[in-house]
């Protein structure tokens, strides 16, 4: 019986994947869904939250890392050891809120770039877990908008696809050195 992934949370100095950034066409493939949960995917999941952790991020989908698979990992509380990670692999978005909310958004993939996104506060989502259990979420706040993020991943939308201030978005691109040509918006 397969065992749940533990990762330890903090920073490795080499990290075991590389992170692609805004530009990269990996990052714009839409990612294809996971046949079987077995231990290539388990590894595969151990080494994004690595990843992740080690670049201070709280949510990363496998295209970010090269990957073209339908794998999420998400940690919004990564200096509480106690807080229980998600695994979120072949996500479906079943539920939306019809109430939107700005916040403030980063990405691993695009880092030191911070600008407020407009999406639904709450979302219900069916995935399956690491060990391939079907499980059902609903979450709002911080935790809902990561799900969101990551989801785009997957389709290979970035978040400043979704920026709505293009002044701004430019402005913030150029000063850390990406090209807003990269930018796909999201009408």
Same mark, same amino acid.
Not at 50 to 76: C, E, F
Not at 96 to 101: K, T
């Given at each position: ?100 909310? &700005?916040?403030?958004? *980063?990405? !691993?993939? %695009?880092?030191? =770039? ?6 639904? @506060? /709450? ?28 989801? &785009?991943?997957?389709? *290979?939308? !970035?978040? %400043?696809?979704? =920026? ?6 430019? @402005? /913030? ?15």
């Amino acid at each position: 019986m397969p065992a749940p992934v533990i990762v330890e949370k903090k920073k490795l100095e080499t990290p075991p994947r590389q992170i692609h950034f805004l530009g990269d066409r990996t990052l714009r493939q839409p990612a294809k869904r996971v046949a079987k949960v077995d231990e290539e995917i388990r590894l595969l999941v151990k080494e994004m939250f690595q990843t992740m952790y080690s670049s201070n991020g709280i949510g990363l989908a496998a295209p970010q890392v090269g990957v073209h698979k339908q794998v999420i990992v998400i940690d919004i509380e990564p200096d509480k050891p106690e807080v229980e990670t998600l695994v979120l692999i072949n996500p479906v978005i079943k539920k939306l809120s019809r109430q939107v909310c &700005d916040m403030e958004e *980063g990405c !691993l993939s %695009v880092p030191n =770039v911070f600008i407020d996104v407009t999406r639904p @506060e /709450e979302v219900e989502v069916s995935y399956k877990d690491e060990l391939g259990h079907p499980r059902t979420l609903k979450a709002r706040g911080l935790l809902s908008r990561v799900i969101q993020h990551e989801m &785009d991943h997957l389709q *290979g939308v !970035l978040f %400043v696809d979704r =920026v709505e201030n293009e002044l701004l978005l430019t @402005e /913030e691109l150029r000063k850390n050195k990406f090209s807003p040509s990269a930018v796909k918006p999201i009408k």
